[in-house]
């Protein structure tokens, strides 16, 4: 598998990345068993960027990933996930989104524990997630001080 690099000095990542999302939400039931096998097949064929969000299924989705990283070296996977903001719970979210720094720096502390892991590698405000009350200087800023802490290693945004 071809590998490029994210940004101009970005880290070396697989060229086709796997979309994790309708594993666990929007495009109706799933298959556990069928989402790990396809995760596992991606990594043998190289794959190394995954692409996931806290919203997907409720944090379904990172859960998902983590069972099927099981024995996967951390460093063999490159973890993108998006936060849309809201509090999620049984299939239903608050409906505004919230980006202040605390709030932002708790959803990713709940990515963590979901993953099982110590960082995430790309770590980015959702679609159409972004709080207009809060200015997106102190989202992204709350993100910077995960990256000096060593829980995300780039910053990006989605749609923004």
Known sequence: MK?????????LVSEIGLGCMGMSWLYGKTDR???IATIHAALEEGITLFDTGDFY?????????REAFQGIQRENVFISVKFDGKLHSQGKSHPKSDNHPNT??????DTLLRLGVEYIDLYQPGTACIDP???IEETVGAIADM???????????SEV
């Open 3 to 11: 590998k490029r690099a994210l940004g101009e000095n970005g880290p």
């Open 33 to 35: 068993n069928e989402s």
């Open 57 to 65: 299924g409720d944090g379904h989705n990172e859960l998902l990933l």
């Open 104 to 109: 932002v720096k708790n959803f990713l502390e």
């Open 133 to 135: 009350s809060v200015p």
């Open 147 to 157: 990256v000096k802490k060593g829980y995300v290693r780039y910053i990006g945004l």
